[in-house]
């Protein structure tokens, strides 16, 4: 194993969200809202131990109302939503596939949300399981989406030409932009991603620096989180600089901030504890779950001293 599902579960959760909190000209309310739906997601299925379509029906319903012409803040909430259940699900690609449509409606109808997550949520799982294959993941998320009138799959297949062709950045966002629509926010997400495969730092800094003009705001910070989730997935936490996380911490003025981004972490571990089977919850009462205060958390900035252990879902499980 190239790194611990540890690593990884930590690098995806935050490599979206430090590439939402680094972003230019970024907005509180949004970065608010993705720890809204990330936080509540993880909770959701730690309490659960799966995933339960009705509690997230229940918080999102007000929130697809709200937004129902806002398909671009819809589609960032449902990533952030998005990214937990992915992680928890990664070794099933079945299961994967029927939770994401499941989440993705109680968000919204719009048909090209769903196709997207459908295509970051394979992608994250497949580096996961350290089955990413960058000659055949493009055919591989178009069959995992299945039939759809949306052009995300086509949009996918251009980013693979352009990939193959090795043509210039400023040419691959020229050619994927020359339709606008949400598709093309998931397919230049995916080009950078691939563009710079090993370089976490690299591929989210094409964005970061400021040279994409033509997107309006919300397309830069979905393009970005996408980006910082799927690399994050690939390089895990270690590719994540030291110098972004300090970067991070700085411009954390508040103190709630703070807790906020490292309690994401913290369930982020506890996710991977109830995936493994480690430890075991209560359902009906979180606060009297046997394996709640066994999950060690150490920081992204803390080198682990412990034995990790990981197994399927089930297999380990308290004595």
């Known amino acids: 194993m190239r790194y611990t599902l540890k690593s990884r579960f930590q690098g995806t959760i935050a490599g979206a969200l430090l590439a939402l909190e680094l972003a230019k000209d970024r907005k509180p309310e949004i970065i608010r809202q993705a720890y809204i739906e990330s936080t509540f997601s993880c909770k959701?299925?730690?309490?659960?131990?799966?995933?339960?379509?009705?509690?997230?029906?229940?918080?999102?319903?007000?929130?697809t109302l709200l937004n129902q012409q806002l398909n671009q803040q819809v589609l960032l909430n449902t990533l952030f939503s998005a990214l937990p259940v992915i992680l928890f699900c990664h070794e099933d690609l079945s299961k994967l596939r029927y939770n994401l449509l499941e989440l993705s409606r109680t968000h919204s109808d719009n048909l090209i949300v769903r196709d997207s997550v459908l295509a970051i949520g394979y992608t994250i799982?497949?580096?996961?399981?350290?089955?990413?294959?960058?000659?055949?993941?493009f055919s591989e998320i178009i069959r995992f989406i299945g039939e759809t009138p949306t052009n995300t799959p086509q949009q996918l297949e251009t980013v693979n030409n352009l990939l193959n062709q090795q043509v210039s950045l400023e040419q691959a966002f020229?050619?994927?932009?020359?339709?606008?629509?949400?598709?093309?926010?998931?397919?230049?997400?995916?080009?950078t991603f691939f563009k710079s495969l090993e370089d976490f730092c690299l591929s989210v800094s094409l964005y970061l620096n400021g040279k994409i003009l033509s997107f309006n705001n919300n397309?830069?910070?979905?393009?970005?989180v996408m980006t910082g989730a799927l690399s994050g997935a690939y390089n895990s936490a270690l590719g994540i600089p030291i110098s972004w996380q300090m970067k991070h911490l700085r411009h954390l003025s508040a103190k709630t901030a703070e807790d906020e981004f490292l309690q994401?972490?913290?369930?982020?571990d506890e996710l991977l504890a109830i995936w493994s089977g480690v430890c075991e919850f209560d359902n009906q009462d979180a606060k009297k779950s046997r394996g709640k205060y066994l999950c060690n958390y150490l920081p992204l900035l803390e080198q682990s001293s412990h034995l990790s252990v990981y197994a399927a879902p089930r297999i380990i499980r308290l004595r």
């Open 219 to 224: 397309d830069y910070y979905i393009s970005s």
């Open 174 to 191: 020229t050619e994927l932009y020359k339709v606008n629509t949400l598709s093309n926010v998931v397919a230049i997400a995916f080009y």
């Open 44 to 63: 959701s299925l730690i309490a659960q131990g799966k995933f339960d379509s009705n509690s997230f029906c229940a918080i999102n319903q007000a929130d």
């Open 125 to 137: 799982a497949q580096s996961l399981n350290e089955k990413l294959s960058q000659t055949s993941v």
């Open 264 to 268: 994401m972490l913290k369930l982020t």
